[in-house]
């Protein structure tokens, strides 16, 4: 019999690494952009949704700027999902040492500052040289050092640049990992999923403590569960599905995306089909795109950490009026900045388990 393979091609996952990287920076720009609707990233607003439908149904030529400002930040789920299922390929293959607990989190916790560190002492110097910068406190540096400024009351006043809420909700994912799921029966993952879904469920949706929940691991272990999940139990030895074929998949999901995003039950399930559309796309992309996203998947990690300081230079321009052209010079500056960024954070020592 053939031996079944995984889901996900290595150059798949860079792909989608790729798209992930490219609706999350260009969201953190649009959503700047005091015209754009708002979007229902931390919690649900009716109002925010409803907007987003009128430009949808009304639409004009700041549509596109409307729909990354709404719908971009999913890259987030993406990128979770790919984290939980590149553990499993990773640690829990036959042969596999088991880490210890400390040793597997300080591996991770140290691979995630050698990423983070570059990019914020970069982000700073252009805070500073750009106007309304951040009035920095010690202790909000050594939590967010630390990565635990995001378990600290009102998490989104304090965590500058934004983006980088991500550092500490990876963190708090990888303990959950190494603690609780690896190389665990399935019905933890699947426990623990629930759990947090029920904890968001009877929260308020424009409250501040559904704010909280998703601001931590609690409101990203869906799509990181998954990712485990399909690591570990989906895989096929072939698949007789044309790339036209999966195109279309990735048109009804799309739709079915907008139109789950609009209410506020179907809302909480949006990663899922994010994440469905995005394995979906990366299959129809045709060969030369394809090697795009996957060399923009090379570059995401250093363009995460980049794309904050280019966006304090380069809105301005899309502010006083010129909006389509400050966002090309943002993504060209975003795009060849990561690209450098990513041979100095080459250079740092990498940290090794032991």
């Known amino acids: 019999m053939k031996p079944m393979d995984n889901i996900l091609s290595k150059a ?23 015209f754009a609707v708002k979007e229902n990233e931390y919690q649900f607003h009716s109002d925010r949704a409803a907007a987003f439908w009128q430009s949808l149904t009304n639409p004009d030529g700041m549509l596109p700027i409307q729909l990354l400002s709404f719908l971009g930040h999913y890259g987030v789920p993406v990128f ?7 553990l499993v390929l990773k640690y829990e293959r036959e ?44 202790p909000q540096l050594i939590e967010q050092g630390l990565m635990v400024i995001n378990l600290f009351p009102d998490p989104a006043r304090w965590i500058w640049p934004g983006p980088y809420w991500f550092f500490g909700l990876m963190l708090q994912l990888y303990v959950i990992y190494r603690l609780l799921l690896f190389r665990r029966h399935w019905g933890w993952t699947a ?67 907008v139109v789950m995003s609009l209410y506020e039950i179907t809302w909480y399930f ?27 998947g090379g570059i995401s990690a250093a363009m995460f950490v980049t794309h904050p300081a280019m966006r304090k230079i380069f809105i301005p321009v899309s502010h006083r009026g010129d909006v389509y052209d400050g966002l090309m010079l943002y993504v060209i500056a975003a795009i060849g900045v990561a690209w450098a960024m990513g041979l100095l ?10």
């Open 270 to 296: 949006v990663p899922v089909i994010i994440i469905l559309a995005t394995i979906t796309l990366v299959k129809a992309l045709p060969s030369w795109l394809m090697s795009w996203m996957v060399w923009t």
């Open 345 to 354: 954070i080459n250079k740092i020592k990498k940290p090794e388990m032991k």
């Open 12 to 34: 798949e996952c860079s792909a989608m690494r790729g798209i992930a990287i490219l609706g999350i920076m260009l969201h953190n720009y649009c959503h700047w952009l005091n």
């Open 95 to 138: 042969g596999e040492p088991s880490y210890r607990p400390i040793p597997f989190i300080k591996f991770h916790y140290l691979k995630l500052l050698r990423m983070m560190i570059p990019g914020f002492i970069f982000f700073i110097i252009i805070d500073i040289m750009t106007p309304r910068s951040f009035h920095f406190y010690c």
């Open 80 to 86: 979770l999902f790919l984290s939980g299922y590149g």
């Open 191 to 257: 426990g623990i999923i629930l759990l947090c879904f029920m904890a968001q469920f009877v929260c308020t949706p424009d409250g501040d403590a559904l704010k909280y929940l998703r601001y931590n691991s609690i409101g990203g272990i869906l799509p990181f569960g998954l990712g485990i999940l399909a690591a570990r139990h989906i895989k096929f030895s072939h698949i007789d599905i044309s790339r036209w074929q999966w195109a279309i998949f990735c048109l009804v999901l799309s739709a079915a995306i």
